[in-house]
């Protein structure tokens, strides 16, 4: 989950007029941590994991299985020793996207001893029983990484109807109503990434063909209120999404590190790189979408399409006239560089620069591989916060960061 500040996000159109601001600024901050932090040493090894919930709601009766959309309700609940102390928690507790989400945490960071990989399976357990405590009957709480009737009519409990004209993500399938409502930064969100776009999100996931599957498989968006827009984007033979929804409503395991020092992080940022594939393909249990088997093992191009908020100039649809950059993947994507020396040799990808942003950096001292991991400046900030433009005299970092 990202940072949730406080006050009212700015919709795109407002957000733009700061877009340069914001990226100046940006840079100017990471100059200023990164010489604040450059010489720190030996701090602890601390590691935690962030797991995902899904809540949904069982009718044996009725044989139906919904998403449940308590999750501000019950967060309310799992906070409030938090907000009462935050000393000796064992759990700690934040909202994600959807409203049938729950994140949970360790109350602190584990360590570098090997003991203390006997405590996450009993964590783990514990933050469930905590949720549990808090369910009525039929209420249940999963760890699944997507629902698999995420977008069929009525998958939410209690009922929410798309609206596709007037809605954040204008989807035909994912209602207003299964987006998290204890913070406006969600929906927000989804209403900037498509209206930057200039269009709704799209992604295509190919059917998994069996004896039964029509050939071609084509669906018909008419009667679900489309404007033509679902028609023009959907591919025969594939299952299409259209919504936010899709990829940040699903749910999964993170993990986050604290290295000793700078030189550690970037090492162990580059020798993470080749291992999370495999992990992702160890772990893929992500075959259904809208209720329909799909040819795909796991939410990574769902989560990667439906946060494109590129415009069609910048996918390299349409020629530059707008827009300054073609740029080749989506903002949440892999990555295009490593950070360490060891690793220098195998940068081999392209990488798009703003060449004002790149010289700030170089100019301030910066080396040029650390420089090019903060290449993705070239892109639009999602979402901005007023009251968070100028947090404070920017004095220190001009001078810092030699403007």
Same mark, same amino acid.
């Given at each position: 989950?990202? =940072?949730?500040?406080?006050?009212? *996000?700015?919709?795109?159109?407002?957000?733009?007029?700061?877009?340069?601001?914001?990226?100046?600024?940006?840079?100017?901050?990471?100059?200023?941590?990164?010489?604040?932090?450059?010489?720190?040493?030996?701090?602890?090894?601390?590691?935690?994991?962030?797991?995902?919930?899904?809540?949904?709601?069982?009718?044996?009766?009725?044989?139906?299985?919904?998403?449940?959309?308590?999750?501000?309700?019950? =967060?309310?609940?799992?906070?409030?020793?938090?907000?009462?102390?935050?000393?000796?928690?064992?759990?700690?507790?934040?909202?994600?996207?959807?409203?049938?989400?729950?994140?949970?945490?360790?109350?602190?960071?584990?360590?570098?001893?090997?003991?203390?990989?006997?405590?996450?399976?009993?964590?783990?357990?514990?933050?469930?029983?905590?949720?549990?405590?808090?369910?009525?009957?039929?209420?249940?709480?999963?760890?699944?990484?997507?629902?698999?009737?995420?977008?069929?009519?009525? #998958?939410?409990?209690?009922?929410?109807?798309?609206?596709?004209?007037?809605?954040?993500?204008?989807?035909?399938?994912?209602?207003?109503?299964?987006?998290?409502?204890?913070?406006?930064?969600?929906?927000?969100?989804?209403?900037?990434?498509?209206?930057?776009?200039?269009?709704?999100?799209?992604?295509?996931? *190919?059917?998994?063909?069996?004896?039964?599957?029509?050939?071609?498989?084509?669906?018909?968006?008419?009667?679900?209120?489309?404007?033509?827009?679902?028609?023009?984007?959907?591919?025969?033979?594939?299952?299409?999404?259209?919504?936010?929804?899709?990829?940040?409503?699903?749910?999964?395991?993170?993990?986050? #590190?604290?290295?000793?020092?700078?030189?550690?992080?970037?090492?162990?940022?580059?020798?993470?790189?080749?291992?999370?594939?495999?992990?992702?393909?160890?772990?893929?249990?992500?075959?259904?979408?809208?209720?329909?088997?799909?040819?795909?093992?796991?939410?990574?191009?769902?989560?990667?399409?439906?946060?494109?908020?590129?415009?069609?100039?910048?996918?390299?649809?349409?020629?530059?006239?707008?827009?300054?950059?073609?740029?080749?993947?989506?903002?949440?994507?892999?990555?295009?560089?490593? =950070?360490?020396?060891?690793?220098?040799? #195998?940068?081999?990808?392209?990488?798009?620069?703003?060449?004002?942003?790149?010289?700030?950096?170089?100019?301030?001292?910066?080396?040029?591989?650390?420089?090019?991991?903060?290449?993705?400046?070239?892109?639009?900030?999602?979402?901005?916060?007023?009251?968070?433009?100028?947090?404070? *005299?920017?004095?220190?970092?001009?001078?810092?960061?030699?403007?």
């Amino acid at each position: 989950m990202g =940072l949730l500040t406080l006050g009212s *996000p700015l919709s795109w159109s407002e957000t733009k007029k700061y877009a340069e601001h914001i990226r100046k600024h940006g840079i100017l901050q990471f100059i200023h941590l990164y010489n604040k932090l450059k010489d720190r040493k030996n701090d602890y090894l601390k590691w935690g994991d962030e797991v995902e919930y899904t809540l949904v709601h069982l009718d044996d009766e009725k044989k139906e299985a919904r998403l449940l959309l308590r999750g501000h309700e019950i =967060l309310t609940e799992l906070r409030r020793k938090e907000d009462e102390s935050a000393e000796n928690l064992v759990t700690l507790w934040r909202p994600e996207f959807a409203a049938y989400m729950v994140e949970g945490t360790p109350g602190r960071p584990y360590g570098g001893l090997i003991s203390h990989f006997n405590m996450v399976e009993a964590n783990m357990r514990a933050r469930k029983e905590e949720v549990k405590a808090l369910l009525g009957p039929n209420e249940h709480i999963l760890c699944i990484t997507a629902f698999p009737r995420i977008g069929c009519p009525l #998958f939410t409990h209690p009922e929410a109807l798309p609206d596709p004209h007037n809605s954040a993500s204008r989807s035909l399938f994912y209602p207003d109503e299964a987006i998290y409502q204890g913070h406006p930064r969600f929906k927000t969100l989804a209403r900037n990434i498509r209206e930057r776009r200039g269009e709704k999100v799209a992604m295509n996931l *190919p059917i998994f063909r069996d004896s039964k599957t029509p050939k071609p498989f084509v669906e018909d968006f008419s009667s679900l209120g489309d404007d033509g827009e679902a028609a023009r984007a959907s591919l025969p033979d594939h299952v299409y999404l259209d919504a936010m929804g899709f990829g940040m409503g699903c749910c999964c395991l993170q993990m986050t #590190f604290q290295a000793q020092d700078i030189t550690e992080a970037r090492y162990l940022y580059d020798q993470l790189t080749p291992l999370t594939p495999i992990v992702l393909a160890m772990s893929a249990a992500t075959p259904v979408f809208r209720g329909y088997l799909t040819d795909v093992d796991c939410r990574w191009s769902v989560i990667s399409g439906s946060v494109d908020d590129r415009t069609r100039e910048e996918r390299g649809l349409e020629p530059l006239k707008n827009d300054r950059f073609v740029i080749n993947k989506s903002r949440y994507d892999t990555i295009d560089s490593y =950070l360490s020396e060891c690793s220098a040799p #195998f940068n081999d990808i392209p990488l798009v620069y703003d060449e004002e942003l790149l010289q700030m950096l170089l100019d301030a001292g910066e080396c040029l591989r650390a420089s090019s991991h903060v290449h993705r400046h070239r892109r639009d900030p999602g979402q901005a916060h007023g009251a968070s433009l100028h947090p404070r *005299p920017r004095r220190a970092l001009r001078r810092e960061g030699g403007h």
